[in-house]
């Protein structure tokens, strides 16, 4: 019985989903079958269906959300200490950290059972006494929250009734699942309070904040020190969550610095991220002074594991043909197919539905939230195909993902070849060492795609073979189930 109201709950969902498809709001000109060719309405530069990526913020906010749940870290990780003479020391266990008892059984029963890959090298260092400062960097869903907030926790003196531990966050969402961990991992610490100087959360001037630990948007706690509700100088942790967020975007650059220029210098500073450019990474060790770093060491541009096929198509309808085709050859564990619009995922959607195939559908008119739960259904396989455009090119590390599809060739704002988005668009299969499929739909009348597959090959230094998807003996061969 159980079984059956499961696959029912599961039933009932797909059916929203799809019912989002067919209720996207595209105008009556999108909506139809425009005539194949050229020039139909496919063109990236059709301002109704023009697709607008995510900012930074809502981006780490999708990828916090997506990742509930622990994730393996594939990439290795390099540890600059910041005295090189020291030895490095990793725990395989918890109780190596001589953690209290009130933590240990926080961190249980959240689910714990042994410290991450980050855990293991980021923890002996945060919580070493005297206090050292960290730059540390590792994919979302390693545990890195977890791992800054137990540093927090690990430094509240309950007894006394004013702010030890500072924790800022670049949006009010991210801001609350910081201090959903939190109060989670404290749980069992008898008084502690937790503060949180995010919107519509004011202070009033000459109110005194008792709260251990606050959590909070830059703006908000700027203000909340202006009128004196808590003395940053008591501060004894201060943590910097999506530090590269915090940094690049214009305005939190300024804020967060003008809080970090308040705090005392005995402070332990804290400069976790998932990502970190050059610049960024430079710029942080400029304000954390002598830190230990942790930062994952960069992946070459490797295409090695992944197939990749060219098909020339002379309409959409045949792209779709060519796509159903290619089902019939290769079993495909999960496949992500991008388009260039709104209006041409939305009509691959349909067509794929009324084929049979269980279909998710991710496009810029949805909100982050919206994008997280597309995401995470996918993740769990409860949709097979994901039919998008940019906005899922980079981040999303799908391991079963064994075949992407460019529906249409990756362009930038000029008409050339998106070799960067080609990269991250196919970068989707071929996950964790394992090997994929990419293929490239080449429409017939247009030159330009051709010239863009050309201008592919010659920045990678490869050659994309051609694929007859019209030819099930080609496609056997090439691509089929040895």
């Not at 009556?28 to 050229?38: Q, R, V, W």
């Amino acid at each position: 019985m159980a079984d059956e109201e499961s696959w029912a709950l599961e039933a009932d969902k797909q059916e929203t989903v799809t019912a989002k498809i067919q209720n996207l709001n595209i105008d009556s000109a999108a909506a139809g079958e425009p005539k194949d060719g050229a020039n139909n309405a496919e063109s990236k530069e059709d301002d109704d269906n023009a697709e607008k990526e995510l900012n930074a913020e809502q981006n780490s906010l999708m990828r916090k959300l997506i990742h509930d749940k622990l994730v393996q870290n594939t990439q290795t990780q390099e540890v600059q200490q910041r005295d090189p003479n020291s030895p490095l020391y990793s725990v395989k266990k918890f109780e190596e950290l001589n953690l209290t008892e009130e933590l240990l059984l926080g961190i249980y029963a959240m689910g714990f059972s042994k410290p991450s890959k980050i855990q293991e090298t980021a923890l002996p260092l945060l919580l070493a006494n005297p206090p050292e400062n960290m730059i540390a960097q590792s994919q979302s869903g390693t545990g890195k929250t977890a791992a800054f907030v137990l540093t927090m926790l690990s430094r509240v003196k309950v007894d006394l009734p004013h702010p030890q531990c500072l924790c800022l966050s670049p949006t009010y969402e991210l801001a609350l699942q910081t201090g959903k961990v939190l109060e989670e991992m404290g749980k069992n610490m008898k008084g502690l309070q937790v503060a949180y100087s995010v919107r519509n959360n004011k202070v009033r001037r000459g109110e005194k904040i008792s709260a251990h630990v606050v959590i909070g948007t830059p703006g908000t706690t700027q203000d909340w020190i202006n009128n004196r509700a808590f003395d940053p100088s008591l501060v004894s942790v201060f943590v910097l969550d999506e530090a590269d967020v915090m940094i690049a975007t214009q305005g939190f650059q300024e804020q967060s610095i003008r809080v970090q220029r308040k705090l005392s210098k005995t402070c332990q500073m804290l400069l976790f991220s998932a990502t970190y450019d050059e610049a960024v990474m430079n710029f942080a060790q400029k304000v954390v002074p002598r830190p230990n770093i942790i930062q994952l060491r960069r992946d070459e541009e490797t295409l090695d594991n992944i197939k990749q096929f060219y098909s020339v198509c002379s309409s959409r309808d045949k792209k779709f043909e060519a796509l159903t085709n290619i089902y019939g050859v290769l079993s495909v564990g999960q496949a992500i197919i991008f388009c260039a619009t709104r209006r041409t995922a939305k009509w691959l959607s349909q067509q794929m539905c009324e084929g049979g195939f269980v279909v998710a559908l991710l496009s810029g008119e949805l909100d982050v939230t919206q994008r997280a739960m597309i995401l995470r259904r996918f993740k769990e396989a409860k949709e097979r195909v994901l039919v998008t455009t940019n906005v899922c090119s980079r981040g999303i590390d799908v391991e079963q993902v064994t075949l992407v599809v460019n529906f249409d060739m990756p362009l930038d704002m000029n008409g050339q070849a998106d070799c960067e988005t080609y990269l991250h668009r196919i970068g989707r299969t071929g996950r964790f060492g394992k090997s994929g499929i990419a293929i490239n739909f080449i429409s017939q009348e247009r030159d330009r795609d051709m010239a863009v597959l050309k201008d592919i090959e010659k920045h990678f230094g490869i050659k994309i073979e051609s694929l007859d998807t019209e030819s099930y003996e080609d496609m056997d061969k090439k691509i089929g189930d040895k």
